[in-house]
């Protein structure tokens, strides 16, 4: 019998992308969603006869033409939506949102539909993470697609097109490198609240943990001066992810000041947290780094408050640069917030 999901305070404030306008053309998708023949396991039968390496940016394509008029009202976007007060409805963020109100395995979707979306997301995410991600699903949420939506912003095929799925401790974007300057097209979010929403110290069953246990790896390199630069008391609140630019005032230590082999260790901790992504999503990543600098001009922040079960194997941690910010929340469970671009003046929408 699957678990409940935990109750998580600061993560019960949902709010659903509610007003709607009508949207674009009606194109027939039926022959589309029919030729999206199902299996009862691994990907479609269609994302097969695409190629192992088919895209998932190819995916949503499918899908969009699969969407009958109802469903475009709904989830469907121009690329420039703005949602009131909220902004750029594209490039949202939050810790536990929904871009649109239809949770993907409902009826809203057809079966071949709620197929395609999980081909996107598998496509998405790095093969070797889909179970693991799949288990965050089921402790926070229930299981995969119950507390979970999606957009589509833009026309598939055309010059700018985005994907967008979202839920408590989620957002995943796929755009087919439409949107500029940024990697992941947009700020990501992920979480994972294992055993409750108050994780033990050592935070067992946590998918993500590891990524902390990297960096305290990486703090444990540092001699005494070190790691007095490295910590800090309290950190920024959590979705304060936004760029500061190169002028910017940073805390921590900077990775061009650390040794050759704690600067190594700085890298692997990096290529540990980019793990869960596919492989153009993370060459994108490093590519933006490049164009600011690169890794060295980061800086890296342990923060003693909180540390869970005092052992000082820091909770909360910081990497950020001039246009590269992941913020890791380890206490009382884990929120990851990730905003990465080439250029600090993309602005932030959380």
């Known amino acids: 019998m699957s678990r409940q999901a935990a109750p998580c305070p600061d993560c019960e404030t949902s709010d659903s992308a509610v007003d709607r306008r009508d949207f674009l053309r009606t194109a027939g998708g039926t022959a589309a969603a029919a030729a999206w023949a199902t299996t009862c396991t691994g990907r479609s039968a269609a994302a097969e006869s695409a190629g192992p390496t088919a895209a ?23 690329w420039d939506y703005e949602q009131g007060e909220r902004g750029l409805l594209r490039s949202r963020v939050a810790n536990n949102w929904q871009v649109t109100p239809h949770a993907i395995e409902s009826d809203f979707f057809t079966a071949p539909q709620r197929r395609m979306i999980r081909d996107i997301y ?6 070797d993470w889909h179970a693991r991600i799949d288990k965050q699903l089921k402790d926070d949420t229930g299981g995969w697609g119950r507390r979970q939506s999606v957009a589509v912003f833009g026309v598939p095929g055309d010059a700018k097109f985005e994907f967008v799925m979202t839920g408590r401790h989620m957002t995943l974007r796929c755009d087919g490198n439409s949107a500029d300057h940024v990697a992941f097209g947009g700020p990501i979010f992920y979480g994972h609240a294992a055993s409750g929403f108050y994780e033990k110290p050592d935070h067992s069953g946590n998918v993500f943990w590891p990524q902390a246990v990297a960096a305290n790896e990486l703090f444990d390199m540092l001699d005494g001066q070190q790691r007095t630069r490295a910590l800090a008391d309290h950190a920024p609140a959590e979705s304060r992810v936004g760029f500061r630019g190169p002028a910017g005032m940073f805390t921590g230590i900077v990775i061009a000041d650390l040794s050759p082999d704690q600067r190594e260790k700085a890298q692997q901790v990096l290529q540990t947290l ?41 909770d909360v941690w910081r990497l950020e640069g001039p246009a590269f910010v992941w913020h890791f929340r380890g206490a009382p469970h884990v929120h990851v917030w990730v905003n990465v671009a080439s250029d600090p003046s993309v602005p932030l929408n959380a």
């Not at 190819?58 to 969407?67: A, E």
């Not at 600011?292 to 800086?299: E, K, P, S, T, Y």
């Not at 890296?300 to 909180?306: A, D, E, S």
């Open 56 to 78: 998932p940016e190819t995916v949503v394509k499918l899908l969009y033409d699969s969407l009958n008029a109802k469903q475009r009202q709904a989830i469907c976007f121009d």
């Open 274 to 314: 980019l793990e869960p992504y596919r492989q153009s999503d993370r060459d994108e990543v490093v590519a933006c780094l490049k164009a600011q600098g690169g890794l060295d001009r980061c800086h890296l922040t342990f923060y003693r408050n909180p540390d869970l079960g005092d052992d000082q194997l820091w």
């Open 122 to 127: 598998e496509g998405i995410i790095h093969p």
